[in-house]
């Protein structure tokens, strides 16, 4: 059974930073690409960013309201993805979902439960 | 960026009806569209990819519709347990969602 699940959320203060995790089982990770979605409360989703597969050259990309702020990486031998987010602003406080590709196109039919990061002072 | 206008916004509606939700992308994204189900609390439930093919084990009373640029999520015979909210996606070019559609009874 294919498993995603986030962690790493919590409080921190503006201007800080915060790794999010997603654990991957039930599949051959590498073998697939990663986005990261973002849902503030009370509003829609929003696409944050994806990595490709390592035979992809690990490429990434990002939604303009975090480019440069946030770096998504890979870890296939642990098979985790990770969301590195710096210079955090009270606008990223959401709950931050990933999910994975289905084959080469970046929807997902497998995503996890989320995991809140708030930004406060 | 390809930006993804979703409506209505809210949409009240019963048991038994058809109800019909509408995307339009700001250019042409072929098929590059999916949608969702989302109820409160929970991560997003794929319903729809490729703009009309139905994901495994989703109720054929679920359709979707469209190419180009306008595309549609049409919901045939209404459930009790449909009444969410819906999301549409473009995955042709980055990622990009609609803004939503509460469906409410």
């Known amino acids: 059974e294919v498993q995603l699940v986030e962690s790493g959320g919590g409080l921190v203060q503006p201007g800080r930073s915060l790794r999010l995790s997603c654990s991957s089982s039930g599949f051959n990770f590498g073998d697939h690409a990663m986005n990261w979605v973002r849902q503030a409360p009370g509003k829609g989703l929003e696409w944050v960013g994806f990595i490709r597969t390592k035979a992809s050259g690990e490429t990434t990309s990002y939604a303009a309201s975090v480019r440069g702020r946030f770096t998504i990486s890979r870890d296939d031998s642990k098979g985790i993805a990770y969301l590195q987010m710096d210079s955090l602003k009270t606008e990223d406080t959401a709950v931050y979902f990933c999910?994975?590709?289905?084959?080469?196109?970046?929807?997902?039919?497998?995503w996890g439960q989320g995991t809140l990061a708030t930004v406060s002072s | 960026d390809i930006q993804m206008t979703q409506s209505p916004s809210t949409l009240s509606a019963s048991v038994g009806d058809r109800v019909t939700i509408t995307c339009r992308a700001s250019q042409s994204i072929n098929n590059g569209v999916a949608w969702y189900q989302q109820k409160p609390g929970k991560a997003p439930k794929l319903l729809i990819y490729?703009?009309?093919s139905l994901e495994s084990g989703v109720p054929s009373r679920f359709s979707g519709s469209g190419s180009g640029t306008e595309f549609t999520l049409t919901i045939s015979g209404l459930q009790p347990d449909d009444f969410a909210r819906y999301y549409c996606q473009q995955y042709y070019s980055q990622n990009t969602f609609g803004q939503g559609t509460r469906l409410e009874i």
């Open positions: 490729g703009a009309s």
């Open positions: 999910n994975r590709w289905t084959g080469g196109a970046s929807f997902g039919a497998y």
